[in-house]
């Protein structure tokens, strides 16, 4: 019998900006641009570098894709799980939480072609795969109805790493 390989070599970021209320909290998606899944919304995700950590590759990636810089970053205890056809594998994908500013401005490069923040309800709506849509109901669960637990923190907030006074070099460079 041949085994299919199992593959962790990309991230996933919400970017999340609270509400007073569940209802009027807001997620950032971004449409692509490029020629992998052109005009699909979606939410930033990349590749891990050589030597990068996990939540490095979701501070870099949200950084090259939107220019937001996290007030904080937290791992979930949710990672999306799909068939890789190109690599013959099953891959798996760990899923982060960027809090981000009221007032933060979104900078997209060339991935993509706009964004929008938007509540969950319709932000779900426009995702394409099951998993995506269940990564957005745990979000809901787990980051906005609810606080997350302190332990899902990676400590590169503000107050973290100097996120947001010295940019994400700064992060990279302390990690």
Request: glycine share 8%.
């Amino acid at each position: 019998m041949s085994e299919r390989a199992v593959r962790c070599t990309m991230v996933s970021v919400l970017a999340l900006r609270r509400g007073a209320t569940p209802a009027d909290a807001r997620v950032l998606l971004v449409r692509r641009a490029g020629s992998t899944m052109a005009g699909t919304w979606t939410y930033v995700a990349g590749h891990i570098e050589d030597g990068e950590a996990a939540w490095q590759t979701a501070l870099r990636e949200l950084g090259e894709e939107t220019a937001l810089v996290p007030q904080s970053l937290h791992a979930t205890s949710f990672c999306e799980r799909f068939y890789d056809a190109s690599a013959d594998c099953i891959q798996i994908v760990p899923a982060f939480v960027a809090q981000i500013a009221p007032d933060a401005q979104v900078r997209l490069n060339a991935e993509h072609s706009e964004f929008a923040w938007l509540p969950l309800p319709e932000a779900r709506e426009r995702m394409p795969f099951g998993e995506q849509r269940l990564l957005l109901d745990h979000l809901r669960e787990e980051f906005i109805l609810r606080r997350p637990h302190p332990a899902l923190e990676m400590g590169v907030g503000r107050q973290g790493l100097g996120i947001g006074d010295s940019g994400l070099a700064k992060a990279a460079d302390s990690g």
